[in-house]
């Protein structure tokens, strides 16, 4: 959710109001929005949303809680620990297509208020003035209201239920061709050597906020009050907005795998990423609300729109290092990627329409997310015939990430680690994956897999750990004499809160993936 904006530009653009003509006033919009977007609290409108989210390369990894550190011999090892190339004793091709689906919903609750009782009903929309009304006080209004113009609350429902969300969305996306990889096994001087190349969807960008009750400043903050004449001492905007991004980022891979010892293997890995998303993002003002010292208030309806939209590239490069360590019915698997940056190119035109008028401008710039060095360990045993039982864990130190931002006002790069929703968290990553050959060309695979978020809710209870995104997982496996067809399932569940004074916000999302690799060999 928006919150902790950026209170300067809408005071001052409010003040403008009163004395500059509308051209001249919506001009000024114009050139302060961009520091807007980039000085959102929790939002981070136009950031690097959905870049800490990494795909799931192979249907065996994805039904088995994505636990491919410590595998071995499969072509899809070059993406996740290349060291498990050593192995493959043949030339290798694995080709994996997905489908996925993200769905979500969001309840905006405002508490009851005993200083402010009519104004929790105005924002979830149980009370909707008449603009006839424009500039009245709450006590006015109440005297005037009949017991048809108040919607009592919806209660006896789940705060997270469908049922009583403020908003629903939902995305689907098929990729006939999510990943393909080619290993070939090479002899140098005795020693085992294989070269590997691959293409791999590296992120599926799909990211959707909305927030119909975006107060500026919110309520109970007189804290960076934005003072009017007299006798009011707020006043408080009220928007509606949404953010919208749908893309993804490509990884082109070449790794390289030496089997030193029957129970050593080494690989190095070098990623190029590109990538391109769709970007979109607009605020609608309702009006705003004004506050005197007696803590009565007014609402008067004004509206705009502001509408920002375009195209963001990205390009970075990476680099693994990984160690497969194996002895009988027991591998142990470590693997590092090394600090690295991801550049985003953007380009948008903004639109801004009040009453008769349209403007419109184009801004660019360029933005860095230094990434750091994170670490992933696995191990897979094997305690009878025909079972695997495979454990990863990854350690993503994201707290240490810097972000620089292209400030299109000043024409010069700033950095703003406290200021957008750049405080992300350390996220360790769990997995747990099962496979079981029911006969000896029939495999049936299950798994469990939490990935915590990269951000803090506010209000959470802790401060150091992300909401957890947690799956659940089943597959099916069968090989066949040219190869092997590998089937997976996963669905994932997040589930959080977050509270801003008297404002609760109810979130759930669904992911469902569906994945279908053919790996085969000759």
């Known amino acids: 959710m928006i919150r902790n904006t950026n209170h300067t530009f809408f005071s001052f653009t409010l003040k403008l109001r009163s004395h500059l003509r509308p051209g001249i006033f919506l001009l000024a919009v114009l050139y302060f929005l961009p ?18 989210s990494l795909n799931v390369f192979s249907a065996q990894a994805l039904a088995q809680g994505n636990t491919s550190i410590a595998q071995t011999g499969d072509v899809t090892s070059l993406l996740n620990n290349p060291a ?8 290798q091709i694995s080709i994996t297509g997905k489908s996925s689906h993200w ?31 424009n500039g009245m006080t709450a006590d006015v209004l109440v005297d005037s209201m009949s017991t ?21 969305d939902n995305y689907s996306s098929q990729s006939p061709v999510n990943n393909i990889s080619l290993a070939i096994p090479l002899k140098i001087m005795g020693k085992s050597l294989v070269f590997a190349a691959g293409l791999a969807r590296r992120n599926d960008i799909y990211e959707y906020d909305r927030n119909d009750t975006y107060l500026n400043p919110h309520f109970g903050d007189r804290n960076n009050p934005v003072i009017s004449e007299a006798p009011y001492s707020m006043v408080m905007n009220w928007f509606k907005y949404e953010r919208m991004r749908v893309g993804g980022i490509n990884e082109l891979t070449a790794g390289l795998a030496l089997k ?65 360590f194996n002895y009988k019915q027991f591998d142990l698997g470590f693997c590092i990627t090394s600090p690295y940056t991801i550049t985003r190119d953007w380009d948008y035109t903004i639109e801004f329409f009040e009453n008769d008028t349209i403007i419109t401008k184009n801004i660019n ?34 707290s240490q990430t810097n972000f620089s931002y292209t400030d299109t006002s000043f024409n010069h790069t700033i950095f703003q680690l406290d200021t957008i929703r750049l405080n992300w968290v350390d996220q360790t990553t769990f997995g747990i994956g099962m496979k079981y050959g029911i006969t000896p060309s029939i495999s049936v695979m299950t798994g469990y897999r939490s990935v915590p978020e990269v951000f803090i ?35 994932r569940f997040l589930k959080y809160y977050d509270s801003w004074e008297t404002n609760l ?12 690799s053919l790996r085969f060999g000759l």
């Open 35 to 52: 520091t807007v977007s980039m000085s959102q609290g929790n939002g981070d409108p136009l950031g690097f949303q959905g870049l800490s």
């Open 84 to 91: 498990g190339l050593g192995d493959i004793n043949r030339l």
């Open 103 to 133: 769905k979500q919903h969001e309840n905006q609750y405002w508490t009851e208020s005993r200083l402010h009782p009519l104004l929790p009903a105005i924002l979830d929309g149980r009370y909707v003035p008449d603009p006839q009304y």
């Open 148 to 168: 048809d113009d108040y919607a009592t609350p919806v209660i006896g429902y789940d705060q997270f239920s469908p049922e009583v969300a403020d908003w629903k």
């Open 260 to 324: 030193l010892s029957d129970h050593l293997q080494l690989g190095l890995s070098m990623q190029n990423l590109k990538g391109e998303s769709d970007d979109y993002l607009e605020m609608d003002k309702v009006g705003y609300f004004l506050f005197p010292e007696s803590d009565e208030f007014a609402f008067t309806y004004d509206t705009m729109t502001v509408v920002q939209s375009g195209i963001s590239t990205y390009s970075g490069s990476s680099a693994k290092f990984g160690i497969l």
């Open 365 to 398: 710039g360029q933005d860095q997310m230094d990434l750091p060095i994170t670490i992933a360990l696995g191990a897979k045993i094997e305690p009878k015939n025909r079972l695997s039982i495979s454990f990863d864990i990854g350690f993503n130190p994201y």
């Open 457 to 491: 809710p506010n209000r959470a209870a802790f401060r150091h750990k992300g909401p957890e995104m947690e799956s659940v997982s089943a597959g099916i496996s069968m090989v066949f004499p040219f190869g092997q067809i590998d089937l997976g399932y996963e669905y």
């Open 505 to 516: 916000n109810y979130v759930l999302k669904t992911e469902n993936h569906l994945g279908v």
